[in-house]
């Protein structure tokens, strides 16, 4: 017997209903348990990671000068300066690695010229400790412009460049900075000179009739200059207090290595390299200044060429 087409309609409504009903059923549920866990997630959240409004401290200095930080405005300028340091993490705590490596490097010579420690913080924030090169073409970890590293006896040619050479640019920052003192006697406004050049800064001493950094209206990048020296030197001087946790394991160990003096043409440092049981890449990362895969030395100058000793970066 043949069932009436109304039957088999009202059958195949009731079994659309039914899955009707299980789709809906499996939505609610899906939308339930996507609630739960966003909900969790944000539990979680709230639980792991909190985001702190900071206090700056109330009393400053750099390079043994007093920050006047009863000025308001002063005040907000230092603030800002910490909150953008401390929660820019990654960047940060790549200062903290990378000056394990380089500040010993950097701090018997900024002594030996009588120039105050905290300059070591400007090699800091003008680099990041890298061989890094400006949009206005300055250049190495103390971003000397080529006019200048040459003013200050800084060999710069297409084969050989000592703005990348850590040791010769740190000697040549302290000439500069300590002639900046002398005009200014200040070490903040040798500072702000380092950033604007010091015929800017006498330019606007002159004009706005002041005598010192932190009475001084600068551009921003200047004006906010000295400001985060201070921010990284405090936050370096009490990092758990602004929440770095530093592993003595994850910093940047000092590189060890010996020197070889060369007074002649090289003529493939490639070559030169194997010699020494060394890469190219290994060879250039001791030595930046060296800017060729060669050195023509007509005039026999003696310099010396870095060698790792670690046995890690040697060839197999």
């Known amino acids: 017997m043949r069932k009436s087409p109304s039957i088999l309609k009202k059958a ?20 339930f348990s996507e609630e739960k866990e966003e909900a969790e997630y944000k539990e979680k959240m709230q639980d792991a990671y909190h985001i702190f409004s900071l206090s700056p401290p109330k009393e ?52 030996k010229h009588g120039v105050p420690d905290d300059f070591k913080y400007l090699a800091l924030i003008e680099s990041g400790l890298q061989n890094v090169v400006s949009p206005a073409g300055a250049t190495g970890y103390w971003q000397f412009l080529k ?20 040791e010769k640019a740190t000697e040549a920052a302290c000439s500069y900075l300590k002639d900046s003192y ?40 200047t004006g906010r200059y000295v400001f985060r020296i201070l921010a990284i030197k405090e936050i ?33 440092f490639a070559d030169f390299a194997q010699q020494h049981q060394i890469s190219y890449k290994i060879l250039k990362y001791f030595n930046p200044w060296l800017r060729e895969a060669y ?19 040697q060839l197999n």
């Open 12 to 31: 195949l409504n009731l079994i659309l209903v039914f899955f009707a009903i299980i789709g809906f059923f499996q939505l609610t549920i899906a939308a």
């Open 60 to 111: 400053a200095s750099f390079a043994g000068e007093k920050v006047p930080t009863q000025e308001p405005e002063v005040y907000e300028r230092l603030d800002r300066e910490i909150h953008s340091n401390t929660y820019f993490h990654s960047n940060t705590i790549l200062y903290f690695k990378r000056a394990n490596r380089w500040f010993p490097v950097i701090e018997p010579l900024l002594a």
């Open 147 to 166: 006019s200048t590293g040459k003013e200050y006896g800084l060999e710069i040619n297409g084969e050989v460049d000592e703005r990348y050479h850590l």
């Open 182 to 221: 002398k005009e200014y006697g200040s070490w903040s406004l040798a500072a702000a000179a380092y950033n604007a050049g010091k015929r800017r800064i006498s330019s606007e001493l002159d004009r706005q009739q002041a005598n010192n950094y932190y009475d001084l209206l600068l551009n921003q990048e």
């Open 236 to 268: 370096f001087n009490q990092p758990e207090q602004y929440g770095f946790q530093i592993r003595k394991k994850d910093l940047y160990q000092p590189l060890k290595y010996e020197t070889v003096t060369v007074d002649s043409t090289v003529n493939n």
């Open 295 to 313: 050195l023509h030395n007509d005039s026999r100058k003696k310099y010396a060429i870095k060698i790792p000793t670690n046995p890690n970066y």
